[in-house]
């Protein structure tokens, strides 16, 4: 019984200069039974890839890239493989996705040719060649010669001289030159045209022997330098287009697989609808493979542009098979020169039926491009604020736009920015919050709506991160946010900077609003009231800033750099020194910061904060220090005497009588702390 065990592997050679850098990128396994042969890959897993039938029984296969041959008693026979379309999966991550496609490996197996020869008995492979080994036995050559005599006037002793030789078998060797892939590839093509209009998967089928054909000879290791690159490249991108064909004007399944064939062509938008779409008028059928590659390639950031005539027949299109996608394909970049007008008549008749405010917010983006303000007003009034802003989830392209990777502000987003700022920052933050825009897009989104430099912060971002920050729940973003606007807040306090533009929430409505914004302690406002009249000026920011630092959100120990510009030198750099020392737990240095410059508000500090666990600050720090500097300072400091008395009846309340005692200075007047002493002394007894 005759049997085939073969082996085969592909390279990714196509790309490289030299054959010392070739890279094994699949192996396979062709093992053969007297009827039947089976094609295995052999990876991770073994996968059986084709099986193989015969017309009788074979004597010899020979496996290639290309072409499985076969020889049995009579003929050769060649069939198609799939090694090609396997080793390309394992070369290109993108295969069977929107970008790239091949044909399946399990496709049915074709056979391409069967070449009759008389006993074949050897078979083997050479570049582009077929050498084949023929024994001719007894009767065949009896029956040769016989057809010979009666074909040529030879006289019949000559012949018979020769008899002896008529049992000797007859050995004949072939060598074969393989059909090129060109040409193969050409009359696989023309062949498949007679199945157009009539059985669509042997039209696809056809197509796709064809194009694995020429794929196969692009991943030969030599392709770089054979004479048909360019002719291989162009016919690979015409298969791939007459596959996106296929699948656009076919009814089947795998219709999604249009759009990855017509990228991999490289046509244009507007050649794939000359391909497809007909001249005039006239309403035709358009199959879904059609309508998906149009809707994908579309939604895409494409620098094409359709002319008026080919925006307004993809409209006509769209509002005939799925009108729910108008503003979608409206919003598109390859769309600004549809004409508004017939666009707005379309939405007109869509929203009869399907009333929906994308829709509105399209009619109103429409509206602006013709410069009809009244009808935009109209638009904008249909909904409510909030029901706008989300409304911008379902198309964000009404507001940005992305032009090589860049996010770009539309017409729409500009007339925002003048007329409802608040209303354009809502609606970024829905997107940002729904994954339609990310942080540092934003960042540049508004940059260049408000004309911005690299390194100005417009008031108009600021007012994005504050809204941002009363909605956000990622705690990564929040630090982020939190950072950036203190650093806002310092850069203008300590530059004395104002806003461009008014702020669209007061600190007020930040604090009642987000629970990042704390309430400003009492100790800061007393400081404050003393403060420098030329601070008032930036009031917002500063108790903006004070209000982020009385709250526990802010990671103090990160925003300390930020804060650095502010020194000690005024009442806002105090209350930022004090704020940042009290949230590190740092109540002694505290302490001694508001003693040495606002003697009069440390006891209401102490009051504040010195709770809990810092309670015994009040008689270990803070009452020495007093008593220290009244000593040192004499009646010339009524403010330390006064802080001074309160802070001995705070802990006369709280310490044992013999413990307060002990806290006594020595060279201290005995009538000043009397009052004291019998205070404590009397809530001993009462106790």
């Not at 399209?362 to 509206?367: D, I, N, P, V, W």
Request: glycine share 4%.
């Amino acid at each position: 019984m005759p049997f085939s065990l073969l082996y085969l592997g592909i390279s990714a050679t196509a790309y490289e200069e030299t054959e010392n850098k070739r890279k094994l990128l699949s192996l396979f396994c062709f093992f053969s039974l007297p009827h039947v042969g089976y094609l295995y890959s052999l990876g991770k897993l073994v996968e059986l890839i084709s099986t193989y039938q015969y017309s009788e029984k074979s004597e010899q296969a020979v496996l290639t890239p290309q072409f499985l041959h076969v020889i049995t008693s009579q003929n050769l026979q060649c069939f198609t493989v799939r090694c090609s379309a396997a080793a390309a999966r394992g070369e290109d991550p993108y295969i069977d996705t929107t970008v790239k496609a091949c044909p399946p490996v399990t496709l049915d197996v074709c056979t391409l040719r069967m070449q009759l020869f008389i006993g074949p008995r050897a078979i083997c492979h050479f570049k582009n060649n077929i050498i084949l080994l023929t024994k001719a036995d007894t009767e065949d050559i009896t029956e040769r010669r016989k057809h010979t005599r009666r074909m040529l006037s030879r006289k019949a002793d000559s012949i018979k001289s020769r008899s002896n030789s008529e049992s000797e078998p007859g050995w004949n060797l072939y060598i074969i030159n393989t059909v090129s892939t060109i040409q193969l590839y050409r009359e696989m093509v023309e062949y498949s045209r007679t199945y157009e209009t009539v059985k669509t998967e042997s039209c696809i089928h056809l197509l796709s022997e064809a194009h694995l054909l020429v794929r196969a000879a692009i991943m030969d290791p030599h392709f770089l330098k054979s004479d048909e690159k360019e002719d291989l490249l162009r016919a690979f991108r015409e298969s791939c287009a007459f596959l996106g064909d296929c699948y656009s004007r076919f009814d089947t399944k795998d219709y999604h697989l249009a759009l990855p064939y017509y990228r991999m062509s490289g046509l244009s938008i507007t050649e794939v609808l000359k391909r497809l779409v007909s001249e005039g008028d006239e309403i035709q059928t358009y199959e879904r493979g059609f309508i998906f590659y149009l809707t994908h390639s579309l939604n895409e950031d494409s620098n094409e542009e359709l002319s008026k005539e080919s925006g307004n027949k993809v409209l006509q299109i769209f509002y005939l098979t799925d009108p729910v996608q108008l503003p979608d394909i409206l919003c598109s970049p390859s769309m600004r020169n549809i004409c508004p007008l017939t666009a707005v008549k379309y939405l007109q008749k869509v929203e009869k039926m399907m009333p929906s405010v994308v829709l509105t917010l399209t009619k109103a983006f429409l509206a602006l491009k013709m410069g009809n303000l009244t009808m935009y007003e109209h638009e904008m009034q249909s909904y409510k604020e909030t029901t706008l802003a989300c409304g911008f989830i379902g198309q964000p392209r009404l507001l940005q736009q992305r032009k090589e990777g860049i996010v770009m502000p539309t017409e729409f987003a500009v007339h925002l920015k003048e007329m409802q700022p608040g209303l354009l920052v809502a609606a970024t933050v829905a997107l940002h919050e729904n994954s339609k825009i990310e942080l540092e897009e934003a960042d540049t989104f508004f940059k260049m709506l408000c004309n911005s430099s690299e390194n100005t912060i417009p008031q108009l971002l600021v007012d994005f991160w504050e809204a941002l920050l009363v909605v956000s729940s990622q705690e990564k973003i929040l630090q982020e946010l939190l950072l950036r606007v203190t650093s806002q807040y310092v850069w203008r306090i300590s530059k004395k900077q104002l806003p461009e533009t008014k702020p669209l929430k007061t600190t007020e409505d930040l604090i009642n609003s987000c629970s990042h914004f704390g309430l400003i302690v009492p100790w800061v406002t007393s400081i404050m009231s003393v403060g420098c009249l030329s601070d008032k000026d930036y009031h917002e920011d500063i108790s903006r800033l004070q209000s982020l630092l009385c709250s526990q959100s802010i990671n103090i120990a990160s925003a300390l750099p930020v804060l650095e510009p502010l020194t000690e030198a005024d009442s806002v750099g105090l209350t930022v020194r004090v704020l940042c020392n009290t949230r590190l737990g740092k109540y002694e240095e505290a302490i001694d910061q508001l003693l040495s410059r606002c003697p009069d508000v440390a006891v209401f500090y102490a009051q504040h904060e010195l709770k809990g666990d810092s309670q015994a600050l009040w008689w270990n720090k803070l009452l020495p220090e007093l008593c220290k500097r009244t000593r040192l300072t004499g009646n010339n400091c009524p403010v330390l005497i006064s802080s001074l008395k309160e802070t001995l009846s705070m802990v006369a309340m709280e310490l044992e009588l013999r413990d307060f005692l002990s806290l006594l200075p020595e060279d201290g007047t005995a009538a000043f702390f009397l009052p004291h002493l019998l205070h404590c002394s009397q809530r001993k007894l009462l106790t």
